[in-house]
């Protein structure tokens, strides 16, 4: 992912792609190696499409408009560099038939990190990376906004969530080079939990597991992926203040902003927050109005529980479905000034999806009246739509307490905070570590 190992310690230009967040590798070569490879295995290995992917096939070739989207977005890819083609001379997936048929490969594993031009990474959304450029044009944008295709992307979506809570998901967390506790991963997992206290623990004290049971004692890749922390490895800021906030997950700022507006067009560039969009048109999104939020974005690498930043009452908690792969406009070749897609991806729109993806919502009506109502946005990008809450309505919840998970992969999380809140202190966009989860994230004064 970010991280890539091995004799070239540098990376040429043409291949290096900034990819904040560590979900698709900054190695462009990494990425086409990937794809190469899955290609090719789904074609020495031809079988039949898995049930929901018959479904989906019958879909787009049943529905004008979706078939007219499903090869558009291929022919609208450009045929240049870097999208025509990998190192090696092979063409990208062109078809939404070799699209298939790599999935219904895909869907029989879990991630594994990948050899590349004696470079060690991982494709962090497998499903992201074979769509990265189709989803960029104009036609992706339309089809990846459709009602019907998402319903149909869910179904997928399940599908492969169930094998990766299966004993057989768990294969890829052995210790071989390209196993998730293998040395290259387990180095970059480390790095990325060590960073926000500059520590040097090890898996084991970090998070609970087995280091005596085979694959540390975990049961599938849900079940890693998943993983708790050691009670002491992430300390909550000052419990018994109810002044400070903590930290609702392991994740880097992406951006704060003030003086929010309940309608906003959060799909141009800039992405302003449109909060009655982002809170589901629920009643309470109207106490938000001028207020003020934060967003940060969780790494492949990282912790994905959500723990609460404040002690109080869940007022409301719900899961709202939404979009899966939609990329904004400006990003790709939907906008009439760019030649190029951003290969940014995910990261790039993630103020863009707070109004538009799979996403969980916890309203909390603090204990600290200078707070009062706040909400918790755990926002699902791409692959990583399964957002699950573990609290209810009317729990008395206390800071730091777990609240919920990400199931296969991170995404963006979003706090809220009505106007007139004196939240001040929250670490700023830009810097290279994540702010510990249930660590100090700002204060509020009364």
Request: glycine letters at 8%; hydrophobic letters at 35%; aromatic letters at 10%.
């Amino acid at each position: 992912m970010v991280q890539q190992h091995g004799d070239h310690h540098e990376i040429p230009h043409e291949h290096h792609v900034h990819r904040a967040g560590s979900w698709l590798p900054t190695d462009s070569r990494i990425h086409r190696e990937w794809l190469k490879e899955q290609n090719s295995q789904a074609k020495a290995n031809p079988k039949e499409l898995a049930p929901v992917l018959k479904d989906f096939k019958d879909f787009i070739e049943g529905t004008p408009r979706v078939y007219m989207w499903f090869n558009s977005m291929f022919d609208e890819v450009p045929r240049k560099r870097p999208y025509n083609k990998d190192p090696t001379g092979h063409k990208e997936i062109r078809d939404y038939h070799e699209m298939l048929q790599v999935l219904n490969h895909t869907f029989t594993t879990a991630p594994l990190w990948t050899n590349a031009a004696a470079n060690v990474g991982m494709v962090g959304v497998p499903m992201c990376a074979l769509f990265d450029y189709p989803m960029g044009t104009a036609s992706g944008f339309a089809a990846f906004l459709d009602p019907e295709v998402n319903a149909h992307l869910k179904k997928i979506l399940n599908h492969w969530g169930k094998f990766l809570t299966s004993p057989e998901s768990a294969e890829v967390l052995g210790n071989h080079e390209q196993g998730w506790f293998g040395p290259t991963a387990t180095k970059d997992i480390m790095e990325v939990a060590n960073a926000p206290y500059k520590s040097q623990m090890k898996f084991e004290d970090m998070f609970k597991c087995d280091p005596t049971k085979k694959f540390h004692g975990y049961k599938s890749w849900d079940d890693f992926f998943t993983r708790q922390l050691q009670e002491n490895a992430r300390p909550i800021a000052s419990p018994e203040d109810d002044s400070v906030i903590a930290n609702a997950c392991e994740s880097k700022t992406f951006n704060v902003a003030h003086n929010v507006k309940l309608r906003d067009h959060y799909w141009i560039k800039g992405q302003p927050y449109s909060v009655k969009d982002m809170l589901a048109h629920d009643p309470l999104a109207d106490n938000f109005a001028g207020g003020t939020i934060y967003q940060a974005f969780l790494s492949a690498l990282s912790y994905h529980r959500w723990h609460a930043p404040v002690s109080g009452i869940v007022k409301k908690a719900f899961v709202q479905d939404g979009t899966y792969f939609s990329e904004p406009l400006f990003e790709g070749l939907g906008d009439p000034n760019t030649e190029e897609i951003d290969r940014g991806g995910i990261s790039t729109g993630q103020g863009y999806l707070t109004a538009l993806a799979t996403r969980a919502i916890i309203f909390i009506e603090a204990d600290n009246p200078a707070i009062g109502l706040m909400a918790f946005i755990g926002v699902g990008m791409d692959e990583v739509s399964t957002c699950e809450i573990t609290v209810k309505e009317g729990d008395h919840i206390k800071k730091g307490q777990e609240t919920g998970m990400f199931h296969f992969g991170g995404s963006s999380h979003v706090l809220l905070f009505r106007k007139g809140v004196k939240v001040e202190g929250f670490p700023q966009p830009g810097q290279d570590h994540n702010v510990p989860v249930r660590g100090h994230l700002a204060t509020v004064k009364s």
